[in-house]
């Protein structure tokens, strides 16, 4: 096979000559003496004799570069369906900036209670695809899954900030929680801002089925749920 390129044919120029033991080992890089090693002399030989005529300097890479969109949307699948894999790109500088572009984009995008996926054409236009934002929820001890969606109403106070300990948070946007799975900012009926933490820590993603979601709706009675400011209320949130 003869060389696409130039600068190929001198790098396989290189490797004939050092095996030939025309030239000082010391002389060339690591990459030339591993593929002296691992191909055949005569193979190198084809590469090493092409003609410079009519070839191109360098050949491009065919290998396109994955654009940040690209990436965004690798690390929500890597963030929703592997929880270990994502753990450890966190701490990653580039996937820092990534997540902090394109959040801050999708938030101004979408309503509250919605999250951007991608892009949709709409009278023949592209716009944000504005989907729900849900958590799927597998709690290992009881064998039951849910989903758990937190859909737009229409109304401005849905999802809003406020204050707590000193710093802003939104309420009523469950998130992934500390001293469990998820929690969520509610407005207590003192009008106090509360942390409320609901979900099984650890517990797998899995899609529910319409048997488990009639065992679990029955057993927590989610036909009255409660108040917002108690875990049931979140637990049972659009079964």
């Known amino acids: 096979m003869p060389a696409t390129s130039k600068k190929q044919q001198k790098f396989m120029g290189l490797v004939r000559a050092l095996q030939k033991g025309k030239i000082d080992p010391s002389k060339v890089s690591k990459k030339v003496k591993d593929v002296a090693k691992d191909m ?18 360098k050949v491009k890479s065919e290998a396109k570069k994955m654009s940040d969109k690209d990436m965004y949307n690798y690390l929500m699948y890597m963030r929703k369906y592997k929880p270990d894999i994502w753990r450890d790109l966190q701490g990653n500088r580039k996937v820092k900036k990534i997540m902090k572009k394109f959040e801050s984009i999708n938030e101004k995008a979408c309503w509250s209670g919605y999250k951007q996926i991608g892009m949709k054409m709409k009278k023949g236009k592209k716009v944000p695809n504005c ?17 758990l969606t937190l859909d737009h109403c229409g109304c401005e106070d849905n999802v809003n900030e406020a204050e707590y300990q000193g710093r802003k948070v939104k309420l009523n946007k469950p998130m992934q929680g500390d001293k469990k799975k998820f929690k969520v900012y ?9 942390p409320v933490h609901f979900g099984q820590k650890g517990a797998r993603i899995k899609k529910s089925n319409p048997e488990r979601r009639s065992n679990f ?5 989610c036909d009255n749920p409660g108040p917002r400011h108690k875990a049931r209320y979140w637990s049972c949130k659009k079964w």
């Not at 030989?45 to 092409?50: D, E, G, H, V």
């Not at 989907?131 to 989903?147: A, L, Q």
């Open 40 to 57: 055949k002399p005569k193979d190198v030989k084809k590469f090493a004799s092409t003609k410079h005529k009519g070839l191109p300097t």
């Open 131 to 147: 989907v729900p934002e849900s958590y799927d929820i597998w709690n290992e001890e009881t064998g039951i899954g849910y989903t």
């Open 186 to 194: 509610v407005k207590n009926p003192k009008g106090n801002v509360v």
């Open 217 to 221: 709706r029955a057993r927590h009675n």
